[in-house]
Each structure stands twice: as C-alpha cells, then as structure tokens.
C-alpha cells in the first residue's frame, strides 16, 4: 500500500491532516474549461489510497451524493491513508442532464477507456482520469447507478485480471460493496468484460477498481445513496482507513449470467414484475396493449431469474427490452 505522501493531482496537493480540492481542466469549449473536481482528504497517518469516482454517467445521482457524502464526513484527523474524490467526472452531461453519452462527441466514457491524451473530450477524460487520478490509488470505486430510463437492483462487479492478490481483493470489494448480488466478469465466460469500461482498465493497470451501481433513472433517492454510502464505509475499514469491522452482505448471490427478455409487439407495457424480483421460467413479466386496447402480446421470461433492470419506458416497439435478469445463484463462502 502506498503510504499517500506524494499524492498530488496537478496542482492539488495537501499535508497529512489536509483537505485540499481544485478543478482539473482536460479541454475547452468556446464559453471556457471543460473540467473536473477533485477533492483529496490526506490522512493524519499513513495507510491506502482509495479513489472515488462519480458522474461518469452524471445523470446517476446516488453515486454523486454519496461521494460528496463520504468527503463532508471523512475526518482528515482519523484517517488513516488517502481519499481521492471526484464527485462529478463529465461535467458537459451533468451540467446538460444528458445520460449515457457526452454530447461533444457522442463517447460513452465508460467504453471509452483507456481513451487518449490527444483524442476527443470523452477520450481525454478517460486518459487523463486513468493516469493521473486512479493510477495513483491502491484501490478504486467507480459509482454509478441506473441511467435515464433505466430502474436498477444495485449490485457491485470487478473483472478478474489473472492477479491473484488483486482479484482476491476485488472480490472482497464487491462483496463488501453490494447490498445482495456481485458478478464477477471474466473474458470467455458468460459475463465478459464491457470493453472500454475505466473499472477494467484501471484494474489491468495495477488499481483494484469496482464498478459500484445503485440509483434508477435520473432520481436520488436517500436509499440508493444510502446503499452506497454503506458500501464505501465497508470498503474504507477493509482497508483499513477508517475504524471498525467491514460487514459483508449476509446471503449474497452470485452473478453467473444474464438475459433480457424483450417485446415482438408494438404498444403500450402493462408491466407484471417489480425490480430484484426473482422469475420463474414460464412467468408473465408484461402485458403489451394496442392503441385500441386489446392485448397484442403477453411476454413472458424464458428462464428463471432475478430482474436486474427495468427499462422504464411505457410504449414499446418490436425488439425492445423489457426486463434484463441474471442467472444467479447463492455465493460460495469467502474469508476477508
Ligand atoms: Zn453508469
């Protein structure tokens, strides 16, 4: 673990005990900076340095909060090693309340990774978040939740890299992080890592990084930062920058795979499931309803599952998803 002495973003630097935070400019627009925030909270005693990390998708709210959360309530006096804290990554669609993509070029920065010093804004963003923030942290958090038009069950991922320290410590992060349900994502299994994704990059270059979801749809809901604050505590004290024990989910499940079951009608969702409910295979998720009010279809979820994402859109055309499920079952035992 680094000990956090000589943790410094450009001109962001503090002494042990110090609280210091700046903006990080990667590019212009015609009315002025593109930039990001960064806060460091530089413990009084040495110890690991943790990256946070929100607003890669900045309509994701919960993430934001409780990364603006853990920085108010972190006491530089106690802690023990660094935090490094970017609340809000993409300021262009925080400020626009765009989800998903950045507007200037159209990138989704979290398939944009590792992205390039002299690319475009999202390509930018994504190098320079990578070498000169994450890279400097023992261990990465990156919040996001679901995204406009999208009603999620929480859940936290690492991509295994072949590094047993690492990916031991991964798996200890994500089951520390999620309230019931990790995957852990491995390149020629059912659940393969998403390309150009900044948790995977940054964990092949040497940061333990987790993807951490929980929110829905452009709301913030005391929940979901909740689930969120709770996770990076738990994740703090497994490392131990912060007293007390960390307390793994109780009965967690394990991610195995997933399906999305989706419409061949068009019309309006008469939706039959709630979010993490678990389906039977066989099971009704959804009545599809013309524009004179007969049932055209009644979709059903091939397999038994969990819903994990609920699209939340209400008419829907032929192909569109309905519900994403994972295949999933209780996790084997696992010692910190
Ligand atoms: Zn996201």
């Given at each position: 673990m680094s000990n956090g002495t000589a943790i410094a973003v450009r001109d962001i630097k503090g002494k042990p005990g110090e609280v210091v935070r700046g903006f990080v400019e990667i590019g212009e627009t015609p009315m002025g900076p593109i930039q990001f925030p960064v806060v460091i909270v530089r413990g009084a005693q040495p110890g690991a340095t943790l990256c946070l990390t929100a607003g890669?998708?900045?309509?994701?709210y919960p993430g934001i909060d409780a990364v603006l959360k853990t920085v108010a309530t972190t006491d530089p006096q106690t802690l023990c090693g660094t935090l490094i804290a970017?609340?809000?990554?993409n300021q262009i669609m925080f400020q626009t309340r765009?989800?998903?993509?950045?507007?200037?070029?159209?990138?989704n920065l979290n398939r944009a990774a590792?992205?390039?010093?002299?690319?475009?804004i999202s390509q930018v963003l994504a190098h320079t978040l990578l070498t000169?923030?994450?890279?400097?942290?023992?261990a990465h958090i990156d919040c996001h939740g679901g995204d406009l038009g999208e009603e999620l069950w929480p859940y936290a991922g690492y991509v295994l890299t072949g590094s047993a320290d690492q990916d031991k410590m991964g798996e200890a992060m994500v089951r520390l992080y999620t309230p019931r349900i990790f995957a852990l994502y491995q390149d020629d299994t059912a659940l393969p890592a998403t390309g150009g994704s900044v948790t995977a990059t940054a964990s092949r270059q040497g940061t333990v990084s987790i993807l951490a979801e929980a929110g829905s749809d452009g709301t913030l809901r005391p929940a979901d930062t909740e689930h969120h604050l709770r996770g990076i505590r738990n994740v703090m004290r497994y490392l131990g920058m912060i007293d007390g024990d960390p307390e793994p989910c109780p009965d967690p499940l394990r991610a195995r795979g997933q399906f999305i079951v989706s419409a061949r009608r068009g019309g309006l969702v008469r939706l039959e499931i709630e979010i993490g409910q678990e389906l039977v295979a066989g099971q009704k998720v959804a009545d599809i309803v013309d524009v004179f009010g007969d049932v055209v279809e009644e979709v059903v979820t091939p397999e038994a599952g969990?819903?994990?994402?609920?699209?939340?859109?209400?008419a829907i055309n032929t192909g569109d998803p309905v519900v994403k499920c994972w295949r999933a079952e209780p996790a084997e035992p696992f010692t910190l």
């Open positions: 890669v998708h900045a309509t994701e970017v609340p809000v990554v765009t989800g998903f993509t950045n507007p200037i070029d159209g990138l590792p992205g390039q010093a002299d690319g475009t000169e923030v994450i890279a400097q942290a023992d969990i819903a994990r994402l609920i699209w939340t859109h209400k």
